[in-house]
């Protein structure tokens, strides 16, 4: 697969998930230590930017749950394990229904979050996130020097 059309695909598989997660995502592909290769956000600007500045990362449940799982979870199911508040925090700036994806494939992993403010996710739309983060991880498994993606990764506008 060329660069152009590997671009192509990855920018594909993101507007399909922005439509599957229209209050936006964090997609993180394969993560090395605690570093990922790409990372997509769509979040809105004022959440990332706490997120930032608060070192959120470090106190956020999903995140944990991803380093040490494989599959889905919604956030619902983390709030017991979430004292610092985090997934309120994340409500507050209207991603209100979340789901965390793992997947885990040799030694590298990708972990991804995403949310709606309407409505929990449905089984469908939550297959189609788990097929799409597996096939956006495997697309991308090759090619984790590509300076094309690396823009893309860091280009994306947030809400």
Do not use: C, K
């Amino acid at each position: 697969m060329t660069v152009m059309t590997l671009e192509a695909e990855i920018s594909r598989r993101l507007d399909r998930l922005r439509a599957v997660a229209p209050a936006g995502y964090a997609i993180a592909l394969h993560v090395r230590f605690t570093t990922p290769s790409y990372l997509f956000q769509t979040y809105p600007a004022p959440w990332i930017e706490e997120y930032a500045r608060e070192g959120l990362v470090l106190r956020d449940p999903t995140v944990a749950w991803a380093f040490s799982n494989d599959g889905t979870v919604t956030w619902a199911a983390l709030v017991a394990a979430d004292p610092a508040g985090v997934i309120g925090r994340a409500a507050r700036h209207g991603l209100v229904h979340g789901l965390s994806v793992s997947l885990l494939r040799g030694d590298s992993r990708s972990m991804a979050s995403f949310a709606r403010s309407d409505r929990s996710f449905e089984p469908e739309e939550i297959d189609e996130i788990e097929r799409t983060m597996a096939e956006m991880h495997d697309a991308t498994a090759f090619d984790l020097d590509s300076s094309a993606l690396r823009r893309m990764s860091a280009g994306l506008p947030s809400g």
